[in-house]
Nanobody
Framework: QVQLVESGGGLVQAGDSLRLSCAVS????????MGWFRRAPGKEREFVAA????????YYADSVKGRFTISRDNAKNTVYLQIDSLQPEDTGVYYC?????????????????WGQGTQVTVSS
């Protein structure tokens, strides 16, 4: 079992940047593929980004390429999501996820471990 706790959300203005963090409990962090999803108001939860467990290969949703950067620090059991040039449509709850599968498997959303989410609100 793994526990995930997100932080770093808040109310920001369009054009601002934000870095979300996800702290993961346990000593097996490096064995998990990590990722981020988001749920916009009135919409389904969607995949945002993932990073592989070993070599740090990254995988992004087409809608966020170029503005979102996922990274991980295995020594700190933490995964990050840097979001630049925030737009109102980025508003939503951002969830951290962990998976025993590949980045593509994680992106499908099944069998992931989930955090509780952190709210990001972008004003225009």
């Amino acid at each position: 079992q793994v526990q995930l706790v997100e932080s770093g959300g808040g109310l920001v203005q369009a054009g601002d940047s934000l870095r979300l963090s996800c702290a993961v409990s346990g000593r097996t962090f490096s064995t998990y593929t990590m990722g981020w999803f988001r749920r916009a108001p009135g919409k389904e939860r969607e995949f945002v980004a993932a990073i592989s467990r070993n070599l740090g290969f990254t995988y992004y949703a087409d809608s966020v390429k170029g503005r979102f950067t996922i990274s991980r620090d295995n020594a700190k059991n933490t995964v990050y999501l840097q979001i630049d040039s925030l737009q109102p449509e980025d508003t939503g709850v951002y969830y951290c996820a962990a998976s025993r599968g590949t980045t593509q498997v994680m992106a499908r959303g099944a069998d992931n471990y989930w955090g509780q989410g952190t709210q990001v609100t972008v004003s225009s």
